[in-house]
């Protein structure tokens, strides 16, 4: 890459878009930065310039161009709705603002490369899955929920825009959910639930992605986009169950149908909001995906694998814990000393 | 004492007391004096079992990828074993053509309406009879991963849905994969037409045998069609779960839970000389006249096998 890079990040108001700036910003060759959203950043961030605007306004086919900039990093695509983006403005929010954004990129002359983080969950969690799914899988299951749908719709029209645009590097990053002992998000909260509800024998398999990979995935890929879509998720997976026993948290089965209700109830009172839809059927079927391009195209290694992301949330929580732990597997290894 | 002792010491100390009961069972013992002597020798090992279940409780287990749990396997094991060696008495030749290393592709008829034991006596074939033992991944008809408890267990056991994706990554990982290319097509035929085999679908087992380059090892198994002989089908029943077909079956569903214990019929199961695929290039597998050859030759092979080894049962239960 030549010296002198000039970025914008869109959805700085994220964790990802900030921590993805203050990465950049040590970067002397990073010339100049601007973080777009209509939110301030999430971090106090030194020399990236706050541009504040609503992706979803067609006024930013007039801002981008003006800023010269030759890569756009798209990171306003949300998971989970938030205090004042309720589940329907996820629609517009994503799908909207990403059409719109790429209208702006049509008209930005300086552009050569466009980074979307997107998500895995255009692949859907079904039980005949495949156990790794490889890029080219997308597409072939049912789009079942709300999220997938924007998911599926946005990488088409990303599809068509990198159609049309040889010349610029475009590429789709599909992360798996992210855990981590700093990250405050849905998953990780119901993950720290005193007693975590699951569904009555179903054990999913899961990938989650450790919070520094993800920072560092996307990092790689700004500097070393691929073409087309990179997975990014850890090597390895790991089964519910036994995450929640290194957590050292009880698990409450609960018959699979009444599951959702359940977790609409507690996304109010314990925050654990956001898993409905997707989460549910994560949390049933689970998901994995093959991470071989990222790593061979990207030349991003996952500094955690599945199991090792898990205990350093694990051991986090056990650092900070008052009081005994209620775990079964605690108690027993306490009365044998089995684990000392 | 003797016997159980000289066993030699596995990690998983449950399977351990449970096989040391059977042996005690085959020297002549009664029930209540195998299991005394089992539990003689319990205390030397009671320490490493507590240890195994404090630690599967704290999380501190192995799974690996594919979410297979060798411990969980083994501890399952021994009721495998029973069914094995005394419920269907299964003999077993050939064991010695599944290779004891590296990816190969072992290809079996599939039988048994209600619940298709084979994968897991093939399985146990290969655990007991194979110098160099080691667990395969079997294809699970998809629909069982949509089942609560069911799902779990054959993925803990060593099982995947069946897709040519998972298919491929495992041989390209170097494991022993099992594949039912009859599917559910061949658990579900009636019980007059046991033992013909069904179409082998697209000849797609062929097509990743040829693009791994793993050999493939035709596997006949006699005794599984009449474990839950099916003599008509319910598809208002089908339809209403959701499964592919529900079998009636002389005790199912006349008997209610009961009906689910398999008959006790009498096994084979035969490994044929493997067939090498290392000449073709991987690109091969998109020559569909060679894969689908290659797929009718695997399915006469069986089939031929089949009709060998029915011959040698002679005796369908006794």
Redesign the interface.
Known sequence: MPPGRRIAITGISTIWGAALARRLERDPEVEYLAGIDSRPPAIELARTEYIEADLRNPATSRLLPSTRVDTVVHCGILWYPEPGRPPKALHEINVIGTLQLLAACERTETLETVVVRGSAAIYGCEPASPFFFTEDLAGRGPLRTRFQRDISELESYFENFARRHPRLTCCMLRFQPEIGPELDAPLVRYLSLPVVPVQLGYDPRLQLLHAEDATGALEAAVRRPARGAVNVGPDGSISLSRLLRLCGRPALPILAPLFEPLMRRLAGGLGAGGLVGDGVRFLRYGRGVDNRRLRDQVGYEPRYDAVAAVRDLAAERAGRRIGPGLHPGEIAGRVTGVGR | MSSASEEPISPETLVDFLRSVRIGLQDGLDPTAATERAVEALPDRLGEA??T?????????D?????FDEQFAEAVFPLFEFLYDVWWRVETEGARNVPGHGRALLVANHAGSLFPFDAAMATTAIMREHPLPRWPRFMVL??A?????V??FM?RAGG????S??AA?LLEEEELVMAFPEGAAGTGKPFSERYRLRRFGRGGFAEIALRTGAPIVPVAIVGAEETYPKLAESQTLARAVGAPFVPITPTFPWLGLLGLVPLPSRWRIDFCEPIDLSEHPPDAADDRRLVLDLSERVRETIQAKLYESLVKRRSTFL
């Open positions: 507590v240890e279940i404090v630690n599967r409780l704290r999380g501190e287990y799974e690996d990828e594919w979410g998809d629909w991963f949509s089942l609560p408890f799902s779990s993925r995947v849905p069946a897709s994706s998972n990554r």
